[in-house]
């Protein structure tokens, strides 16, 4: 059985039989790649919603993000996370995805005292 290279959920899927953590992470930068691809499109129409989340179709590229963040938060890479979780943040200011938890920890890892006052701010259960 092959691999579809445009389903990004498969790709993620991919990532967790995967063999060693370079071929995790090829999976997790294709699928991100990808889901980056097809959220483009979403954002191009003119009609998307103000909270991308309500848009099915955006999900995939976004648990994409949100995986390849992961991937790199649990190798203690935050430098590497981050940014794909303020990505999120920005795409989904609800957080659906409970994200705001992942990136409260990698602020405080790296010592980023402001961040993690202007994270609690906005998400006061922090």
Do not use: C
């Amino acid at each position: 059985m092959s691999l579809d290279p445009k389903n990004v959920d498969g790709l993620i899927l991919a990532s967790h039989h995967a063999k060693s953590s370079v071929e995790v992470e090829n999976y997790l930068l294709k699928a991100m790649m990808q889901g980056k691809h097809e959220l483009n499109d979403i954002l191009a129409d003119e009609n998307v919603p103000e909270v991308l989340w309500m848009l099915l179709e955006a999900r995939p590229g976004m648990r994409a993000l949100a995986a390849l963040a992961t991937f790199y938060q649990e190798k203690d890479d935050h430098a590497q996370a981050i940014p794909y979780m303020e990505e999120l943040i920005e795409m989904n200011p609800n957080d659906n995805q409970g994200i705001r938890y992942q990136l409260l920890e990698s602020y405080q890892a790296i010592g980023d005292k402001k961040k993690v006052s202007a994270l609690r701010k906005t998400y006061r259960e922090l």
